[in-house]
């Protein structure tokens, strides 16, 4: 889901909403562990949840659906990223989702980690993942 981006200084807040309510989206019925995530870009917030599959390898994580959304729409380039989760202590993202927002930001990535009653955890991609394996080295 695309929608326009918040104005500057409301949008870390306006990111954990849309990744809130992507949450509400969540097709979980096998873990029941409801995921959201929206990512800024080029103007913009995209948004995704987590997606399962009877065959349980195939499940797409909230971050690399919102990634997705995010690059199928043009964007190159993301500038923040918020990920919800229904456990009081805020989730990160997994290790596959790290290396695919590095593909799209440099370490310096904001990212927002939302816990159920609201307790926030700001952090960066650098720091999630540090020394990630990127296009540089190829
Ligand atoms: N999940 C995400 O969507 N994002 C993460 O960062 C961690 C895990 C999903 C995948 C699966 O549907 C469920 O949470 C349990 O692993």
Redesign the pocket.
């Known amino acids: 889901m695309t929608a326009r981006a918040p104005r500057r200084g409301s949008a870390d807040a306006a990111l954990a909403r849309a990744a809130r309510a992507a949450r509400k989206r969540?097709y979980?019925p096998?873990?029941r562990?409801?995921?959201g995530?929206a990512v800024r870009a080029g103007g913009a917030v995209h948004s995704g949840?987590?997606?399962?599959n009877a065959s349980y390898g195939l499940?797409?994580?909230?971050?690399?659906?919102a990634v997705a959304a995010a690059v199928a729409a043009g964007a190159r380039r993301i500038e923040a990223v918020a990920?919800a989760?229904g456990t009081d202590e805020p989730?990160?993202?997994?290790g596959m989702?790290l290396q695919t927002l590095a593909e799209f930001a440099g370490p310096e990535l904001p990212v927002r980690l939302v816990g159920a009653r609201g307790g926030t955890l700001d952090t960066t991609l650098g720091e999630l993942l540090p020394r990630a394996f990127t296009k540089r080295f190829l």
Not at 59 to 65: D, H, I, K, L
Not at 91 to 94: G, L, V, Y
């Open positions: 969540a979980a096998y873990s562990f409801r995921v995530a949840c987590n997606i399962e499940t797409v994580c909230a971050e690399r659906v990920v989760s989730t990160p993202p997994c989702c």
